[in-house]
C-alpha cells in the first residue's frame, strides 16, 4: 500500500454529503494491491475508508484458525464504521480482491468534526441498517433460490475484470452449501458455456450469467 496524494475534487465522482472541502483537505487516498489487507484486526484502525474503485472482502478468523468471508465490499461502500460507532471493539479484516482505491478519511477528523454534524450520523445509521437488510436477504436467498443462480450473482457480485479468484472452501461457508455442492454447481455453470476454467480461477461471461440469474427470478 502507498499513500497518496491529498484529495482533489478531480479523483472521485461519487456524492456524499459530508465530504466537504475541509473534511476532503485533511483526507488521503490510498491504493491496495490485490489480496492485501486494507485493515488489518490487529492493528489498530486510523482511518474511516470509502472504497472509490474496486472490491474487497470481509473477513473474520475464527479461533481454530479457520478465515470467514462476512460480506463482499464495493464501490461506494464504507470501511471501520462499526468500529467508528464502537458497534464492535476491533476491526475485521478487510482484503483487497484486485486492485483498490479508498478515500481514508483519519478517524479524529472524523470524532472531532463529522460526529457533531447531524447529517453524519444519520447517514452512518442509515449505511448500517441498509447493510443488515442486504445480509437477512443474502441468508432468505440462501432457503429460496437454487445455488446456480445464487452463484452466478456472486461470480457477477465479486469477480474483478471478469476473473474469478476466490478461494472456493470460504465460498462454500459464504453461500451455506457443502464444498461437494459447490463444485457440481461449478462444473454445471462450466459445461453450459456461463464460465471458463483458466490458471487463475474462472473467467465468467457476464451476459449469460445474467440470463441465467433472470431465468431463476422468473421461474
Known amino acids: 500500500m502507498r499513500k497518496?496524494?491529498?484529495?482533489?475534487?478531480?479523483?472521485?465522482?461519487?456524492?456524499?454529503?459530508?465530504?466537504?472541502p475541509s473534511i476532503l483537505s485533511q483526507s488521503f487516498l490510498m491504493d491496495f494491491d490485490r489480496n492485501e489487507k486494507i485493515v488489518d484486526q490487529m492493528l489498530e484502525l486510523r482511518y474511516l475508508f470509502i472504497i472509490l474503485e474496486g472490491k474487497a472482502r470481509i473477513i473474520q478468523q475464527e479461533p481454530n484458525g479457520k478465515s470467514i468471508i462476512l460480506q463482499f465490499l464495493e464501490v461506494g461502500d464504507l470501511i471501520g464504521e462499526l468500529t467508528l460507532v464502537k458497534a464492535e471493539e476491533a476491526p475485521k479484516d478487510v482484503i483487497a480482491i484486485?486492485?483498490?482505491?479508498?478515500?481514508?478519511?483519519?478517524?479524529?477528523?472524523?470524532?472531532?468534526?463529522?460526529?457533531?454534524r447531524v447529517e453524519f450520523p444519520t447517514f452512518i445509521a442509515q449505511y448500517i441498517g441498509k447493510k443488515l437488510l442486504l445480509r437477512m436477504e443474502h441468508f432468505s436467498h440462501a432457503q429460496t433460490f437454487e445455488l446456480k443462480y445464487r452463484l452466478a450473482s456472486l461470480l457477477l457480485e465479486v469477480a474483478v475484470n471478469d476473473q474469478y479468484t476466490?478461494?472456493?472452501?470460504?465460498?462454500?461457508?459464504?453461500?451455506?452449501?457443502?464444498?461437494?455442492?459447490?463444485?457440481?454447481?461449478f462444473k454445471f455453470l462450466r459445461e453450459n458455456g456461463y464460465i471458463e476454467r483458466n490458471k487463475m480461477g474462472y473467467l465468467i461471461h457476464p451476459a449469460k450469467l445474467r440470463r441465467l440469474i433472470k431465468a431463476g427470478n422468473e421461474a
Open 98 to 116: 484486485g486492485a483498490v482505491r479508498c478515500l481514508a478519511i483519519p478517524l479524529n477528523v472524523v470524532e472531532t468534526t463529522l460526529m457533531k
Open 4 to 20: 497518496k496524494e491529498k484529495y482533489t475534487e478531480a479523483t472521485c465522482q461519487l456524492d456524499f454529503p459530508f465530504l466537504s
Open 166 to 185: 476466490e478461494n472456493n472452501t470460504q465460498i462454500a461457508d459464504y453461500l451455506g452449501v457443502s464444498y461437494r455442492h459447490l463444485t457440481y454447481t
